[in-house]
């Protein structure tokens, strides 16, 4: 299914986000409110950003060169550096599977999907300073906000990948 085009007077018909449409395939029309995952979504682009600019910070601190993705073993800032940079890592892990989970949660549930992706970004940025500041013992809390957005995101996801976009198509 490829979608070509955006029609916007078609959106403003049905008071949805956008239709998108191929002229030999069927019209999809988002929900009302799945505009409210735009904001959401671009707080990845600043979560990502955050997290650059603490692993740029870092770099200089501790004077890790460039092309080393981590300090170099035995580099007298080793442990902490790599803390920074982990986190940045591991949030770089988790990100697609977070940004599908929404995206395919907000086409039934658009304002669950958008609390959940708040919930998420809150809980990545704690993990991130906990991290940098305490080591892998400061990650915790951000990593258990981070799963209450995290994981039921998931779960209701694959709910309506599973139960409802197949009766869609």
Known sequence: FFLTAL??????????????????MSTIVLPENYGLLAPVLMGYVALN????FQVVAARK??????????????????FEFNCVQRAHQNT????????IALGITGLQFPRFAALCGVINLLGRCLYTLG???DG??????????????????VLVGAYVAFNVCPRVF
């Open 49 to 52: 950003f955050f997290n650059v």
């Open 61 to 78: 601190k501790y004077g890790i060169k460039y092309p080393h993705l981590y300090a170099p073993p035995g580099h007298k800032h080793e």
């Open 7 to 24: 029609n916007l007077a078609d959106a403003a018909e049905h008071r949805s986000v956008g239709t998108y449409f191929d002229s030999n």
């Open 131 to 133: 991290y940098k500041s």
């Open 136 to 153: 892998p013992a400061g990650r915790v809390t951000g990593f258990m906000i981070n799963g209450l957005g995290f994981f039921p995101s």
């Open 92 to 99: 770089l892990e988790f990100m697609p599977f977070q940004l």
